[in-house]
């Protein structure tokens, strides 16, 4: 046992995989013949993205924050200048499942829940048990020659699995592993490359710092040795703490102190779906919820500030990775791709928190900024993070090992109306499925037996249900039919 950094470091046993085997398929080279044909095409009817099969290679960093709404951008100045005016903003992207553990592992496979075996946190179905790592996106990019890396939070249970064997903890592909034991901001544990060390409580040692440092370190060394990298950072905030942190002064989640003092005045944001009076629209699972209190209101707005708290931290982590590849002369050549893993409800259909398929649960922020992206871009499909892998693949030219459920973005960033019609489902594990269609939500509730159909084009946040409404019975006739096809989806069938 040592000690590096205010952190103690001892070494633990092995874990062999048994989840069910992927589908591993020969898509590989479907996908190769599919990048050629697209190379061949005229310079004008795609953005002329740096693919990874020339003689350099494009960098890829990802950000994946925990929890994070939409809304909460605006406090993020410095990412919005960036990557939002410096690339392209997704303003339709969403959570395919929109919980931490399932998220993670659409992001790795690139395949819907129902199809990875990850539907929720824990359970027969759930968690890092539930998770066969082969065949993930980091070992299809490996084997394209990259040097790849993963920091931050991992999947809900990785600790059992770390703290007995950390080296086995460890899944294919990643040539640097760094992952937190602990929903803490401070005083947690990480398995670093199969060595268990513990992270103190000086400012130093916020959650947050540690990741950015980490970050910097990969990437300079990457850069050192004339290897691309790809490395992706998943950082706890704005995620809450456990209930036992709440002894600190400061509300879950905590934040770095040198933001402690912002936001003391900021309001609750109440938009029409906050607090609703009239449920009677809303399935069983809305409709048993009581009103918030004057107190819970206060909680509510508590806990809103210290989000927002914690997400300046995550601010000036992006900006200074942008200043450091830019300072190594590498800006130019890397994908910084910005997202977060679900949204977060604070009230809204008197809802607290995720996996509800609602609006300001599954809607996330995704920003894209790297070779041949036009800057200050928006886009407007539908897209989810169901499409990560796809996208990362291609512009890396890594051949994929798993049949991905969802699509690059690359000819959606080429072309504003490729794709434009195009629906994406979403899934929990409380028994809701709803697919997300241009200008419709409409979902089922199997365990009720409930249905629900929202027009977004004149109720945008959700009030009213027309699933009776004899003037949507062709919308709602038409959806459900998608949405019987994406809910067992495998692979071109999602698509």
Known sequence: MRSVDGETASIMPARSWTSPRPRLTSFALLAALAFLVLSLLPSTSRTELTAGDGPAKPNVLVVMTDDQDVTSLRVMRKLRRTLGDGGVSFVNAFANTPLCCPARAIYLTGQYAHNNGVISNGGARGGFSAFDPRGNLAEAVQGAGYRTGFIGKYMNGYWKAAERRPKRAIPPGFDQWIASLDHAMYGYRLNVDGRLKRVGRRPRHYDTSVIARRAQRFIDRSLDRGEPFFLSLLTLA??????????????????????????????????PSFNLRDVSGKPRVVRKESRFSRAAKRELRRRHRSRLRSLLAVDDMVDRLIVRLRERGALDDTYVIFTSDNGFLLGEHRLQGKIHLYEESVRIPLLIRGPGIPAGATRRQLVGLVDLAPTINEITGAAPLREPDGISLVPLIADPQAEIDRSILLENHVGASAVR?????YAEHSRSGETELYDLEVDPHQLTNVRDDA???????RLAARLDELRDCVGRECR
């Open 238 to 271: 704005p995620h809450g703490e456990p209930r036992r942190i709440k002894r600190d002064l400061w509300p879950s989640p905590r934040p770095a102190p040198r933001h402690r003092a912002r936001f003391r005045k900021l309001r609750l944001p109440k938009p």
């Open 437 to 441: 269609a241009p200008g419709f939500f």
């Open 471 to 477: 003037r949507y019975r062709a919308d709602r006739d």
